[in-house]
């Protein structure tokens, strides 16, 4: 069923931590409903938008490292590409953020 796709360890992880993340915030959203409210993101915004913001720029992030990785590897002088758990880490740090205080 999911043979058109390679499930590494980072991508199972990732997509298991945006299932969790949507079902935390449902339950959340079911039992403190969310006011809009202004961060550092040019609009009004509730919990769910910011989720939806964090998960884009999470995607974006993990893509343009996966773009760049073989140059990182060239400029740095590597002898392998860098782990796609550093883009991981930072996409998640960078969510945390956005869904705190966006």
Not at 30 to 35: G, L, R, W
Not at 60 to 77: Q, S
Not at 80 to 88: G, K, L, Q, R, T
């Amino acid at each position: 069923m999911f043979d058109w796709m390679v499930w590494t360890t980072p991508v199972a992880v990732f997509f298991s931590c945006i299932v969790l993340m949507l079902v935390g915030m449902t339950v959340w959203e079911i039992k403190s409903p969310t006011v809009l409210r202004k961060g550092f993101l040019p609009i009004a915004t509730t919990r769910g938008d910011r989720l939806f913001i964090g998960l884009l720029t999470a995607a974006y992030i993990n893509l343009g490292f996966v773009g760049i990785a073989g140059k990182l590897a060239e400029w740095l002088a590597l002898e392998a590409e860098p782990s796609v758990w550093i883009s991981f880490l930072l996409s998640m740090a960078v969510l945390v953020l956005i869904m705190r205080k966006g």
